[in-house]
Nanobody, 123 residues
Framework: QLQASGGGSVHTGGALRLSCVVS????????MGWLRQAPGKEREFVAA????????IEADFVKGRFTISRFMTNNTAYLQMSSLKPEDTAIYYC??????????????????WGQGTQVTVSS
């Protein structure tokens, strides 16, 4: 089970940290990702980190603003978001993928999903 939290409402330029707690399964070898879906749009990749923290990648539109991390000690993945923009408004989902040779991007590569947490950025 993946439990996402940390969303909220901020103004442009604000920051939030999303958390994704894994429970009930050992997903330490899985890649963990964050994807988001804005109203009327398809779900899109934001960032992902491989099992064991062996490499990560962020989408071009969040590079330099968002950072993904994970800590095995507490089975939690994080998405630190800063310099938020109104276009970052979306429901953010954490997900786990057994894809490990590469860093998974598309939704279909993710096997387990959290329930989503709303992020709203107002100007």
């Amino acid at each position: 089970q993946l439990q996402a939290s940390g969303g909220g409402s901020v103004h442009t330029g604000g920051a939030l940290r999303l958390s994704c707690v894994v429970s009930g399964r050992d997903l330490s070898s899985y890649s963990m990702g964050w994807l988001r879906q804005a109203p009327g749009k398809e779900r899109e990749f934001v960032a992902a980190i491989r099992g064991g923290g062996r490499g990560s990648i962020e989408a071009d539109f969040v590079k330099g603003r968002f950072t993904i991390s994970r800590f095995m000690t507490n089975n939690t993945a994080y998405l630190q978001m800063s310099s938020l923009k109104p276009e970052d408004t979306a429901i953010y989902y954490c997900a786990a993928s057994r894809v490990s040779a590469t860093i998974p991007r598309p939704s279909y590569e993710y096997e387990y999903w959290g329930q989503g947490t709303q992020v709203t950025v107002s100007s």
